[in-house]
Every structure is written in C-alpha cells, then in structure tokens.
C-alpha cells in the first residue's frame, strides 16, 4: 500500500513590501494569523469540476508535447513523453487538482499571486493508495509553490519517502536467455499483470493448437503477478533479465532552466521548464514494470530489440499498449515490421482511462459500446476494431457455482455461530483509503438495513493490498464479513455469490454474464462501469438504495427483465480461438471472417 504523510500546512495570506503574496505556513501557526487562511487539506476537500480539470489535463500535456516531448529519446527513437505518457498524465492530473482548489477558494481566486514554499519541503511525493502495483505520485504544496512561484532554492525535488523507496528486485525463476539464442517464433506476447496473462495465455493455446508456436514474456515485478508455466509445448516463457527494474538515475536533457514557455490553467500561469523538471523525478526513480526509469526504458528497448530480432515474429501481442512497456514494445514492433494486436483485458469507460490513446493495427474489444471509445482513442490510420469478446471469461462456462459457494460459505463460517442466508461479494479496485471505506460503509449499512442474514465477502483487486480491509473486520460482527485470498479474488467466488457489488470492477460484468445480481456503487457523480444503463445492474449511491436492491432479490416479482449483455461483452466461450484466427488471418493475408470496424483517423 502507498502512503504518505497528511500535510501539516495551511496557506495564509501575507504581505511584504506592500506586496501581496501567499506563503505555506505550519498548520499550527494558522490560528495566530488575522488574514485570509485554510488548512491544505481543507483546501484539497473542496468540490472542482471533474471535466474540467479532464479538459485541462489535456491541454497541459498538450503544452508539454509541443514544448519538450523531443528532449530525450531512446535510441530506437522513442521519446520521453510518449513512453512515460501514463505517468507524467498522472503527476499533471495532482497538481491540477491542487490548482483548481486555489481557484475554487475565493480569497485565492480573487487576489491570485505568488506562494512562498514551505521550508525544506520536497517537490514531489507519494499519496495514499491501496494498490501495490503503483506508486501514486502527486506534486506537494511546494511544488505548486515551485510551479507559481520564485525557484524553491532550499526545497528536495523528492520527499524522503521516495529518496528511501526500496529498489524493485525481482527472483527470476529462470534464467533468462541471451536474444541471440531464441528460436524463431510466430507471436510474441507481453504480460506484467494477472489480468494480462488471464486475457493472452488462452489465446496462445488456441494458437498452439493451431501448430503456431508463441514466446510469452514476462515483465511482472510484482510476484502475484508473474505469469504460470505454459500448458502446451508449443509456447515457452521468459523473463526480463534481473535488475531491469531497479535502475535510478538523473535525466540531465530534463534538468531545464527557466524560459518563456508558459501554459495557462484557469488564473495560473505554469512555466513549462518547471513542469518537466517535476516531471523528470518520475523518470529518475524506479518504480517497478509499471512505472520503469528512463535508464530502465532505455535497457528494456535494448533487450527486446534483441528478442525481436532473433524471433522475427510476426505477430506482437498485448493487452496494454499504452503504459511505458506496452507503448514502448509496439513502437519497436513497428520498427521490426510486425503486426500488433491488443486484447482489451479490462472495462473501459472514458472517464476512468489513464491516457486515450491505443497503438496497435489491430484492437479487440468486448462489447459493441467499446467500438466509438476503441475508434476515438486508435492513433493509427490504419487501424481496426474488433469485437470478439473476452478470453479469460471463456473459462465461465465451466464454473462450479456450488463449489464458489462453499468457499464463500467457508470464508463467513469462522468464528460465526451461525452461516449467512445470502452472501454478496464486493469486487474492490486499488482506491484510497478514504473512497474504500466509504464504498464500505455504504455496502454494510445498506446490508444492516436489508435484514434477511446478509454476509459479505471481500475480494480485493489483484493489485490490491489486504491489509487495508483489516478494519472492517472489526464492526462487531454484524454483518458477517470476510476477506477472499487474493489468489481467489472475486473471479474464483462471485458465481458462487447472491449478489455482488462493484464501482467499476470488470468482474461486475462477468457476474452480470453469469445472471448474479449486480450493484453499481459509489456516491453520485463517482464513475461507474454504467451497467445499470444497460439493464445489467442497479446503481447505488446510498445505503438505503442497497437495502432495496438486496430487499428487491427476495421478491421475484421486482426482478427486472433480463437484458442481452452483448452491448458490455459478446461471451459465446471460444473468444480466445476468435483472436487466434485473427491473428493467423493478419499473418496469412486472408480476409477476416468476423465482425470488425474500422478505427478512426490518427489524431
């Protein structure tokens, strides 16, 4: 779990020399002072407007492609901006956040000017997170002081935090061959996720079937995420060489000095240099395959040019072509003249997505309602949407509902005198620590005012921390809750469940595949994957609507008609094979047999 210190500052207003100005003061001093004043976290609490800062966030890093996108490069070409897209987006999107909370206090907002640093604070941070595959990094009050102001001459760019962050090390399980030594191979697929492997590997099966032989290669540096040894001979695995992910290091192209170049954000003025001199800690700290260095992405692009030139493939597959790996793979591909194909192995909705940009030829979705977002996020002229489903839910068909059923009984059964009449399963996501708790406040006061001996079974997100659930485990029993193995997660209980619960998990989509009630939750406003639009779930924005949602299953007669989920997912159990046909049809030149749209133009 990413965490990070609450900050103990305010902002008051001052003046010096019959000047204005703004300065980060002690949150304890905050009391002595007669002018305009408020604590930061009370200034981060205020209510901005979700789309606007979206619109902003655009046009920012819009600012920055113009500006500095071409100040370093890989030597396969490949800039900065465009592999570290993702997280520099992320880094943007904080400290906007904290420019429309300037804006959205009328004191600032009405005499906008220069803040004044507080002393020795670091410029960039971690914030509060529950997912271990990330670091959530978020630009400190001083680095909007850095941004506005007067250069922070006395201030870290990075807290002690960050400086102190363990190296990400990964054990191999198996020495990883020279390039020079891989046979030649038809498909080479990417994973560093679960969720990649749970989406490709079955696909590579059906290739394997085919007699086509695949190399997977696994980048995963967190060990849940590693991929299985393959189940068919023809598909061999391999791993990045050790110490690919723990290299750190100062990017000096980034290292600017002050210019001209500036972007307009509401009533700030952002110099450019200062943003990309911010920007650049993430490239110099190693954050794991998710989030790699630059000397990182510069090793990596060596290796799997090397991969690729003793493969030859001819086909690159992914399931994320957007973060730095999977954006910088693709690009290499294009290089080496290889088709690449991207697997959807999430849901998507426009609010939710890091970046909209998809780089691969061809793009399988899920659903019919992926299409416009596929079309309007593929940069490539060329490239085509297709819609085949999802492979790792081709396994559903098999699904033992009464064994599911057992293990969450197992789960509610310990230390209970009693077990629970009906169970519902809560698919997490990595949120913060305060949206999870009031995502679980809503769920187990709704499910106290249902009645009818409701327990809960939690199932975090694979990339998701237990121990942040351990509170809850302490409400006095009532309801029953528990904590699934994150091996299990909610794809290995919720066909077992009675109902199950979700913001915008894709396992709401495949309960509501399997006929299991959905509950979309979330306060008013928080985005959802939009199920209920679809009448394949009931959106739930207070307790007292969970209680009716779960009141309602026991009555048959208020059951909803049953809608087709082809819209959010066509799951006919052989998507898998539909993409390995896709696959072998680009190789071969042969037209397609299947549904596909054609993707827009390049933006």
């Known amino acids: 779990m990413t965490t990070s210190q609450r900050s103990s500052l305010g ?36 209510p901005i407007d979700s789309q606007e800062l979206d619109e902003l966030v655009d046009r920012v890093m819009d600012a920055l492609e113009t500006y500095g ?18 997280p520099v987006r992320r880094l943007v999107t904080q400290a906007l956040r904290k420019l429309m909370a300037l804006s959205a206090w009328e004191p600032f907002a009405s005499a906008p000017g220069p803040m004044g640093p507080a002393p020795h604070e670091a410029l960039v941070g971690l914030r509060h997170r529950s997912s271990r595959e990330y670091r959530a990094y978020t630009v400190t009050w001083s680095g909007i002081a850095y941004l506005l102001g007067p250069p922070a001459l006395y ?73 299985g040894a393959p189940a068919a001979d023809e598909f061999r695995l391999l791993t990045s060489p050790p110490g690919q992910f723990d290299l750190s290091g100062a990017v000096e192209r980034l290292h600017l000095r002050d210019d001209d170049h500036v972007v307009r954000v509401q009533e700030h003025t952002l110099r450019l240099s200062r943003l990309v001199r911010l920007a650049s800690v993430l490239l110099e700290t190693s954050g794991g395959c998710t989030q790699p260095s630059w000397r990182s992405v510069i090793r990596t692009e060596t290796w799997l040019d090397g991969v690729l030139t ?37 849901a998507w909705t426009a609010e939710s997505v890091a970046w909209p940009a998809l780089h691969s030829r061809d793009i399988v979705v899920m659903g019919d309602r992926d299409v416009p ?8 002229p060329d490239a085509e949407v297709h819609v085949l489903g999802q492979p790792r839910f081709d396994t559903m068909t098999g699904l033992s509902r009464e064994a599911q059923r057992r293990y969450l009984e197992r789960l509610l059964a310990r230390g209970a005198r009693q077990r629970p009449a009906r169970i519902a399963v809560w698919a997490c996501q990595p949120f913060g620590p305060e949206r999870l708790k009031a995502h679980a406040d809503l769920l187990l ?49 919720l066909a077992g469940a009675d109902a199950v619960a979700s913001a915008y998990s894709t396992c709401g989509i495949e309960a509501a595949l399997l006929g299991v009630p959905v509950l979309e939750i979330g306060a ?38 049953p809608r087709s989920p082809d ?23 042969n037209e397609l047999d299947h549904i596909h749209h054609e993707g827009a133009s390049a933006r």
């Not at 977002?373 to 490539?380: H, P, T, V």
């Not at 009645?451 to 029953?480: C, K, M, N, T, Y």
């Open 11 to 46: 902002l008051a207003r001052t003046e010096s020399d019959g000047r204005l100005r703004w300065a980060l003061v002690s949150e304890g001093a905050l009391a002595s002072i007669a002018s305009d004043r408020i604590a930061t976290n009370e200034l981060e609490a205020l």
């Open 69 to 86: 996108a071409d100040l370093a490069k890989t030597p396969g070409g490949a800039g900065w901006l465009y592999v570290q897209h993702v």
């Open 155 to 227: 201030n870290p760019f990075r807290t002690a935090q960050l400086s102190n962050s363990p190296s990400v090390r990964v054990e191999t399980r198996m020495p990883s061959e020279l390039p020079s030594e891989l046979p030649r191979t038809d498909v080479i697929a990417l994973s560093w996720s679960s969720r990649h492997a749970a989406t490709l590997l079955p696909v590579l099966e059906d290739l394997a079937r085919m007699g086509r032989t695949s190399l997977v290669i696994d980048f995963a540096t967190d060990p849940p995420d590693r991929c």
């Open 310 to 346: 003793a493969a030859r493939p001819h086909t690159l597959l992914v399931s994320n072509d957007t973060s730095p790996i999977g954006a910088l793979a693709v690009h290499l591909a294009d290089r080496h003249g290889a088709n690449t194909v991207h697997v959807q192995h999430g």
């Open 373 to 380: 977002l596929a079309r309007a996020w593929a940069r490539r």
């Open 445 to 493: 006061d709704g499910m106290w005012q249902a009645g009818g001996g409701w327990g809960l079974v939690i199932a975090p997100h694979p990339a998701q921390s237990p121990e942040v659930f351990a509170p809850l485990l302490q409400r006095d029993g009532r309801p029953l809750v528990a904590v699934a193995d994150p091996r299990v997660g909610a794809r290995g209980c």
């Open 524 to 561: 008013t406003g928080q985005h959802t994957l939009s199920l209920a639009k679809h009448g394949l779930a009931r959106r739930c924005t207070t307790a007292g609507d969970v209680a009716d949602a779960l009141s309602a299953l026991r009555d048959p007669s208020l059951s909803a008609e």
């Open 567 to 589: 819209a959010v997912c066509r799951w006919t159990g052989d998507s898998a094979s539909r993409v390995a046909r896709l696959i072998v049809s680009r190789a071969g030149g």
